[in-house]
């Protein structure tokens, strides 16, 4: 009962500190990727550099409600293609800089999430992912039919004019530390939501919607939090996407694919643990890039076969996902050695 | 301007039909093992191309291939509930979509290597063919589709209704637990009921043949015309799929009527209304969205 009213207005409040382990992950990851900016010359390896910091940033975004919530979202294009269409449109209608267009974009689609989920989050499984799955699709069908502002299925291409306030740079290792920075932010905001009171009314909520009710956990307005957060930075994630892609249209950036690529990457590294989607993003985004540019039109597609395989299998075998499998792997060899001696001891005594 | 109408309306429940034949083995499926076969849309795509290469090779007609591509969805539904589902059963809701969703992603994919991207379309003798009653015209096809799915459905009520097995399917999907407390073999159970839903999908698929051209990501659209069908009659209910494929069959032909660009958007929002309002679907129990679904 007492739950209720000391929660009030402390959920962001940090529970237990971010273990000083997990800044040093971060730190130690900014400076390698940092350092294969400036050394990596090929462009190709660059751009796959890039893009997995960029997939990593969104799926760690997706997880927010996927994972810590535990909502499966099969929507989340939808908060993407709002980021990449409103900076898009705003700096290419109106001059605004892209930055301040992220911005914009990234309000919106939070506000959208609040209206979506709103209402839907009073759905559970199955039927919580049918409606995000329908939201992304009128959102689609929608972008679609006003072709006279969004040109359609045409598609809008990003000009070219490179300049730091444009948010478009000559130099593509530049990209790569946008990119960092992206994921270092979504990084952090995890790992603060994981050790705060929200991240625990997630946890609660995630594994007994029922029970953290009967404990006075508003599940209502902790997911809507979620996925307010959520849907922010998924869109920062499109506006990224249209500044280093230069080109956006329906089908991609509001695809259902690219909904469910985002949760693959998740599930496959560990649903709702922080380091988990930076994992399988940096697993998966390789592999796909690789393919595609070795194999190209001739076995397009290979690379899904091997992600569609890989996701089935990592679900049956190993439905922590990775990251957690390898820390309880690494616990079992590594922990026994000391618990060993211990307990022998114990028993000599 | 009435004759007009009553073409559309007509055009909408044949076309109404062919949705709810799709639709019911996702919701037989869904009502019995409470898994969402996210790759439901890729089982007719086998079917389509199985219905397409019997056809193009060896010149069967999709009609006469039927039985056919229907044992061989069968055999399909078994394995896929051997080697994916069956792992997946008591995992949460989260995972079995994930593992769904990653069958679909696969055998889309390896269609699409194995087969190209091209569209391939079986042009038979009554593809085109149309029948005029009075003012109307009906497409011999859809005509054929759309009695074929109502005497499944009947045939698959009684079914339901007179067998053995047919029972304890039914006694499965409400209770699994009281279920294997009557010495029902609850395993078997879910392995014909899958293997059903799949040769229901491939009684569709080569319905569809001589309808529409087939490409390696054609489950992705009927599939989530299907969704909508089935939470529209109600997750599990078979004669809701069949009167939700008619209501969305109906929508569909109307709004392409009035509003061409949205027609599929009108059915998303109706979609998502029913959802947010009545999740249990038009004809569902109240509180079937949460029965297993934790």
Redesign the interface.
Known sequence: MSATTRSEGSMFSAYRFIPRRSLVVLAGMAVVVGVLAFTVADKFYLHVLIMMLFYASISSAWNIV?GFA?Q?S?GHAAFFGIGAYTSTLLFINFGVSPWIGMLVGASLATIVSGAIGY??F??????F???T???A??LR??T??AHDLTKGSIGISVPFRPAAGNFIFRQVSAYAFVALAFLALTVLVSLWIEHSRLGYYLAAIRE???AAQALGIDAARYKLVAVLISAFLTALGGTFYAQYIFYIEPFQTFS?DFS?LL??MA?IGG?GTVWGPVAGAFLVTPLQEILQAELGGA????H??I??????VV??LL?QGIVPSIAAWAKRTFGQRETRPAASRKEAA | MGAILAQVAVSGILLGGVYALISIGLTLIFGVLRVINFAHGEFLMIAMYASFWLFSRYGLDPYGSIVLVVVLLFLVGLLIQFLVIRPILNASASMQIAATVGLSILLQNLALVTMTANYRSADTALSKAVISVGPLLLGVSRVVAFLVALTITGLLFLFLQRTYLGKAIRCTAQDRTAALLMGINIDRVYLVTFAIGSALVGVAGALLMPLYPVFPTVGTYFVLVAFVVVVLGGLGNLTGALLGGFIIGLVEAFSGFYVPELKEAVYFVVFIAVLLMRPTGLFGVVGAEEVGLK
């Open positions: 996927g535990g499966l099969l209402p839907s009073r759905l559970r499984g199955p039927f992912t049918l409606v799955i329908a939201f699709e009128v069908l929608l679609l039919y007994d919607e029922d259902l469910v949760a693959m599930i649903l076995l397009q597609g290979l899904l076969v992600y569609g395989t890989v996701l089935i679900v049956i439905p």
